[in-house]
T-cell receptor, first 115, second 114 residues
């Protein structure tokens, strides 16, 4: 089955620094990838939809200048949390949908802790 | 209005018993897909089962079956012969044919008791 790889799985950084999270579709081309944020024991909150070769579509309330999304190729999307603050600490998870198939494939998630 | 509603924040089931996790949805799109995902404590989201709105039969995948009642707009997940490894969060999700977005419910935490 399709595999989505997300890296790193865990990152701790200092306040004010930037963190990049990578999401790769390993055996299929993903024209669209989704980035979610999840707080403990809560549901997934869609942050943005990442489209290959074009600008990401951000959900209401998500700061596009803070959460930079780049989808440079059909297999790679990146989320960069810029000038991280402790309130950005969360679980971030990406997903991709293989063309012609219905289901979403998820990465394993990234636990971000900002000190 | 919520697109996906999961009314059971937590459920307990005895090992080897069956359990039903509830999910109702709201859409005016005649074509849509319904999904269940499992999220263990490790955080990964594991696809379990899919039901298309036009599918005549309820979907089944091993010990998982989806009780699809279209008129009621419900898509309950049934797990048979529960195992300890089934303890996890379970999310119901929907994708409407008119859009690209997946809508997720708030999840149900399932605990299997030995």
């Amino acid at each position: 089955g399709a595999v989505v790889s997300q890296h790193p799985s865990r990152v701790i950084c200092k306040s004010g620094t930037s963190v990049k999270i990578e999401c790769r579709s390993l055996d299929f081309q993903a024209t669209t990838m989704f980035w979610y944020r999840q707080f403990p024991k809560q549901s997934l909150m869609l942050m943005a939809t990442s489209n290959e070769g074009s600008k990401a579509t951000y959900e209401q309330g998500v700061e596009k200048d803070k959460f930079l999304i780049n989808h440079a190729s059909l297999t790679l999307s990146t989320l960069t949390v810029t000038s991280a603050h402790p309130e950005d600490s969360s679980f971030y998870i990406c997903s991709a949908r293989e063309g012609g198939l219905e289901k979403l494939f998820f990465g394993s998630g990234t636990q971000l802790s900002v000190l | 209005a919520q697109k996906i509603t999961q009314t059971q924040p937590g459920m307990f089931v005895q090992e080897k018993e069956a359990v039903t996790l509830d999910c109702t949805y709201d859409t005016s799109d005649p074509s849509y897909g319904l999904f269940w995902y499992k999220q263990p404590s490790s955080g990964e989201m594991i696809f379990l089962i899919y039901q298309g709105s036009y599918d005549q039969q309820n979907a089944t995948e091993g010990r998982y079956s989806l009780n699809f009642q279209k008129a009621r707009k419900s898509a309950n997940l049934v797990i048979s012969a529960s195992q300890l490894g089934d303890s996890a969060m379970y999310f119901c999700a929907m994708r409407e044919n008119t859009g690209n977005q997946f809508y997720f419910g708030t999840g149900t935490s399932l605990t299997v008791i030995p």
